[in-house]
C-alpha cells in the first residue's frame, strides 16, 4: 500500500511560490506569473510540493545545533522529538534554575542539551500536534478557510488525519480514516502507510489526546488562536511596558505598574 502524495494529486495543479499564480500555456504547462508584471517562473505539480508550508518531513524535520562551551558536551548527538515550541521553556527554565508553567506549549528540553536523561530519546511519551489551514470548509473563504490538526507525531510514529501540499495550492485536503501511519525514520518519505491494525494502542492514545489538545485551545473570532500578551514582545525598552487587549482584540503597549 503506498501513499505518495505525488500520485494522489491532479496532473494539471500546479504550485507557484509566493503571490505567483498558476498560468500555463502549451509549451511551459506549470508556467506562473506574477500580476501585474511580466514576471514568470515554473512552478511544480502540487503532488511534489511537500516543503515550506506543509506538515510533511520534509518541511518538518529540520537539523539543530546548540553550542554552550562548558555546558554543552561537544560532539553530542541526539535523536529526541524537539520543537521550537520548546525554545521559551528552555530558556525560562535555565535562567529560573527550574520548572516552567506547564501553560506553554513546549516543554524544558535541557536535558537533552546537557546529556542529563539518557531515556529521553526512547520514552516515547512526547506527542506533537501539527496544525495548518487552507481547508474548503471553514469560517474564511479560500485559500484561508479554517485551522486544524492535521498530523500528529508520537515519537517516531506519525499519524494523518488531513493530508494536503504545501501552502495554499488548489489541491484539497484528504481525510484520512483510521489516519495514516508512517514510521518517520525507517520511511521519511511517508511513501508506505503502516498498518493501523499494528498500532492500536498508538492510535487510542491519539484519538484521546488530540480531542483533549483541541478541548483546550482558546480561539479568537473567526480564525486565529488566541495569544497571551505575557508573551508579546514589549516595544518601548526604555520606559517598559506591557502589551494588552484593549478589548476589541487589538494589542496595545502601556507602561508596567
Sequence with gaps: MECRLRENVDLNCTACPHDYVPDPTSDRPRRCSLAGTDLTLDGVHCGEDTGLGSLWEANLRMPALARWPGKITAGGESMALLSTLDVVPTLLSILRK??????????????????????????????????????????????????DVAAVKVGRIKAWFWTKSAHYND???????????????????????????????????????????????EWTYPLALARDPAFIPCVDKETGCRTVDNGDGVYQTVETV
Excluded: C, Q
Design 171 to 217: 489541491d484539497t485536503e484528504v481525510y484520512h480514516d483510521p489516519p495514516l501511519l508512517f514510521d518517520t525514520l525507517t520511511d521519511p518519505a511517508e511513501a508506505n502507510p503502516l498498518d493501523p491494525a499494528d498500532f492500536n494502542d498508538i492510535l487510542d492514545r491519539i484519538h484521546n489526546s488530540v480531542h483533549d489538545h483541541k478541548k483546550s485551545v
Design 98 to 147: 527550574g520548572s516552567v508553567s506547564n501553560e506553554l506549549d513546549g516543554i524544558d528540553i535541557s536535558p537533552v542539551l546537557f546529556g542529563k536523561d539518557a531515556n529521553f530519546d526512547d520514552a516515547g511519551d512526547r506527542i506533537l500536534f501539527f496544525w495548518r489551514d487552507g481547508f474548503e470548509d471553514g469560517p474564511l473563504g479560500p485559500p484561508y478557510g479554517r485551522f
